[in-house]
């Protein structure tokens, strides 16, 4: 979801963005599309879970290691003159990868108790 949300005039096809800008943002959400096709592979061909669990969390991740770091860069969470959605008072971006963070820690903890719990 968030593919088709940022290949949109929001993000990548962003008239007011810089040309180079746009350039960085097709290679975060091609790099982020071959990492989740990677996972994916590894999960379901391999039966492989902890790889792409901490794939997965590195993209989320992310995420939050650059919105924490906006100051430090001159970052804005929207673009100038677009309204940033919010639910329950909290930005839906920070909600939405905050609910996947959660998902996805829960997942690796799971993960970790199911190995333990076979390897007894």
Known sequence: MPLFADISVYHLLNPDW??????????????????????????WAKQKEMLPAILSLCIHFGFFVAAITMPLYGGTSVGEGIREAHTFGVPINVLLFSSMLVIQLTAIVLIVKDKKTKEI
């Open 18 to 43: 810089d040309s180079h800008a746009r350039v960085h943002e097709a290679w975060r959400l091609s790099t982020n599309f071959c990492i989740f096709s990677l996972g994916m592979y590894l999960l």
